[in-house]
């Protein structure tokens, strides 16, 4: 199996993911950042009665059709009506009432003139200028009709979806069901960070980075820890993984190395592998499997272990992947945008290449700086902070200061 391009790993995972079909009631509470599963409809309009936009008098439009400052009209005031309140009267012919901002509209009142276009005398106000017709009304129903689709599959619910649900009286309401997804680190030089160091060893830093990765994607993290380079422990772990979870992280263990057993379980314990290396930098060796469980597929991916290659074939690859499999509709791809390079950037031409740093908006454009510090994938200090990989495609060596590149966001 030939190196394939990333865009044709991104379409070939893609295509091996589909939306998960469990689901599960939510309520209000404890929506944020899950994905609707089935439309959501109200059985109520919104707004829910004729109300006022306006400080002001609710009045008859056709009163006061051609007043303004030299012709004033004059109304009597029959009624106050304050948000909150079922108005009691019927405007008629040369009568208003005093109305508040989302109070409802009195009966024969069709038209809002603001109160700084009027002057109260008493129980009289003056009308300093004709308003227009049905000024300042929102009318019933205006921005939805009960029993119309409000929210759709696929809307992720964040702050503005969970202010639409609570309005239209939506409480309970149906989501997919969080991706599971199983992370272990593989190496015999790992220890936990809470652990002294011997000579030689290294903090298992993937397993954290990556735990917060699924869980900022809405998914369910399954830590199952540090697995040694030993076939059995790391056959046993694997199957258990595969039995628990939707998707599978493995970190290290995927190159061509001595002690790099994934490939040779995956495919023993029959995982059809469709993925064995990408033609990006950093992140070459990058084994993507699928596992047919029952009636379920999980997707193993083995990342590399190293922590900055962890991260970015994440970020490219892992991503999509579980966004798809969320059940989110629309893009799963991640975006990319051209931005105006601040350094010099360099590739070796073989390999897409993406290079950690920062991009920020300057004067309407996007500027793309270079992380500080040593640039070798070695280097996972100067990781922290990155918000966007500038990428220098295949055949390119060299980006100058000042020229455009592509930027993924992340
Ligand atoms: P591997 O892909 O297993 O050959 O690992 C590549 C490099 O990444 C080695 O230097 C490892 O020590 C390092 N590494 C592997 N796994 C982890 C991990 N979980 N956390 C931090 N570094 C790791
Ligand atoms: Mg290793």
Same mark, same amino acid.
């Given at each position: ?12 995972? =893609? ?8 689901? #599960? ?16 409809? &109200?059985? @109520?309009? !919104? ?22 400052? *030299? ?7 029959? #009624? ?14 040369? *009568?208003?009432?005093?109305? !508040? ?14 109160? #700084? ?39 992720? %619910?964040? $702050? ?36 002294? @160091? ?16 699924? $869980? ?33 992280? &493995? ?14 379980? =995956? ?5 059809? %592998? ?47 992947? @579980? ?15 051209? $931005? ?14 993406? =290079? ?24 996972? %200090? ?20 000042? #020229? ?7």
């Amino acid at each position: 199996m030939d190196m394939i391009s990333a865009s044709e790993a991104e379409t070939l995972i =893609l295509s091996l993911v589909h939306s998960l079909q469990t689901t #599960e009631e939510v309520t209000l509470d404890n929506a944020s950042g899950r994905i609707l599963a089935r439309s959501v409809s &109200s059985t @109520l309009d !919104f707004p829910y009665w004729d109300n006022s936009a306006m400080d002001g008098y609710a009045v008859r439009y056709k009163d006061l059709q051609k007043c303004d400052r *030299e012709n004033p009209k004059t109304l009597r005031i029959v #009624e106050e009506i304050p948000a909150g309140i079922q108005p009691q009267k019927n405007i008629v012919q040369g *009568e208003a009432a005093r109305i !508040f901002t989302g109070a409802v509209m009195p009966q024969g009142a069709d038209t809002v003139v603001m109160q #700084e276009n009027t002057r109260r005398k008493g129980d009289r106000v003056v009308i300093l200028q004709a308003p227009r017709d049905r000024e300042f009304v929102r009318r019933k129903g205006a921005f939805y009709q009960s029993g119309n689709p409000l929210l759709g599959a696929g809307i992720a %619910i964040g $702050a503005p979806e969970i202010a639409v649900l609570a309005t239209a009286q939506c409480t309970r309401f149906t989501v997919y069901q969080q991706p599971r997804v199983a992370i272990f680190s593989t190496g015999n030089e790992l220890v936990s960070p809470g652990n002294s @160091l011997k000579p030689g060893q290294i903090v298992d830093s993937n397993q954290y980075a990556l735990r917060a990765f699924v $869980a900022d994607l809405g998914g369910i993290p399954l830590p199952l820890g540090i697995v040694r380079d030993r076939p059995e422990d790391l056959e046993r772990t694997i199957e258990n993984a595969i039995a628990r979870a939707d998707i599978v992280l &493995s970190t290290g263990g995927v190159s061509v190395g001595e002690y790099d057993y994934i490939e040779e379980i =995956l495919a023993k314990l029959g995982g059809n %592998i469709h993925i064995r290396s990408v033609a990006v930098k950093p992140g070459k060796p990058l084994t993507v499997a699928t596992f047919e469980r029952g009636d379920r597929t999980c997707l193993y991916f083995g990342i590399p272990g190293n922590p900055v290659s962890a991260l970015v074939s994440c970020w490219r690859f892992v991503q999509p992947a @579980l966004k798809k499999l969320s059940g989110l509709s629309g893009d799963w791809q991640p975006q990319f945008v051209t $931005a105006r390079s601040r350094h010099d950037l360099k590739a070796n031409g073989k390999r897409e290449t993406y =290079l950690w740093g920062r991009w920020e908006i300057v004067s309407g454009g996007y500027e793309f700086s270079l992380a500080g510090g040593d640039r070798s994938s070695g280097n996972l %200090i100067n990781l922290a902070q990155t918000n966007g990989l500038a990428v220098v495609p295949v055949g390119e060596t060299a980006i100058a200061a000042g #020229e455009k590149v592509n930027v993924m966001l992340v």
